[in-house]
């Protein structure tokens, strides 16, 4: 357990379902980031949060709507996916201005059908 | 992109020192480097940082050449659950305090039997 919580782990959905990706931080951190990994790809930086306010998104498709509510918790929202949206979605958090680095959670496992 | 290279794989006898190289020449004077290591479809895990000096830690050792241009990462008696994807990255700043990580396509590490 790293302190960074993410739910549900495997996801199964359809092109027309709305659906949504939890994270959760127990580490008291203030920056909280969403990553897509696709198969036998790098990470991908989607969205960064910086004391609940989006400071960057990488040209994300507005088909993925992220929300920081307070800085422990991110959501992802997603609507009308597409199956090459399947993969691996990771949220990880930080403490702003430190040199220590990101904890990762353990990921949601997503598939489109 | 992604500020690092590394070669895309390595293969390391069971118990012998593991070294990981990572070329980062265009790092600045106050950015640091981090290594984190993915196994399979897991979340990536942290290992160790550094900013100029050599660091070790109970999981590994750093070494950053003087110039700062490259590094090393040490897993001193490599077992066959340090098999993964290892990720050197130099972190670019988003907003002031704010950073992110880009992802290289890092170097898999085969430990063998």
């Known amino acids: 357990e790293t302190g960074v919580t993410q739910t549900p782990r495997h996801l199964v959905m359809g092109m027309t379902n709305k659906k949504s990706l939890k994270c959760e931080q127990h580490?008291?951190?203030?920056?909280m980031y969403w990553y897509k990994q696709s198969a036998k790809k790098p990470l991908e930086l989607m969205f960064v949060?910086?004391?609940?306010?989006?400071?960057e998104n990488n040209s994300v498709p507005s088909r993925f709507s992220p929300e920081c509510p307070n800085s422990s918790h991110l959501f992802l929202h997603l609507h009308t996916l597409q199956p090459e949206d399947s993969a691996l979605y990771l949220c990880?958090?930080?403490?702003?201005?430190?040199?220590?680095?990101?904890?990762f959670g353990s990921g949601t496992r997503l598939t489109v059908v | 992109d992604a500020k690092t290279t590394q070669p895309p794989s390595m293969d390391c006898a069971e118990g012998r020192a593991a070294n990981l190289p990572c070329n980062h020449s265009?790092?600045?004077?106050?950015?640091?480097v981090y290594w984190y290591r993915q196994i399979h479809s897991q979340g990536p895990q942290y290992i160790i940082h550094?900013?100029?000096n050599n660091e070790t830690n109970e999981m590994a050792s750093l070494i950053i050449t003087e110039d700062r241009k490259s590094s090393t990462l040490i897993l001193p008696h490599a077992t066959l659950r340090d098999t993964a994807v290892y990720y050197c990255?130099?972190?670019?700043?988003?907003?002031?305090?704010?950073?992110?990580?880009?992802f290289g396509t890092g170097t898999r590490l085969k430990v063998l039997a």
């Open positions: 990880a958090s930080s403490q702003l201005a430190s040199r220590y680095g990101y904890t």
């Open positions: 580490l008291g951190h203030n920056a």
């Open positions: 949060y910086s004391l609940e306010e989006r400071v």
């Open positions: 265009t790092i600045s004077g106050n950015e640091y």
């Open positions: 550094g900013l100029k």
């Open positions: 990255i130099v972190r670019v700043a988003v907003v002031p305090g704010t950073y992110k990580y880009i």
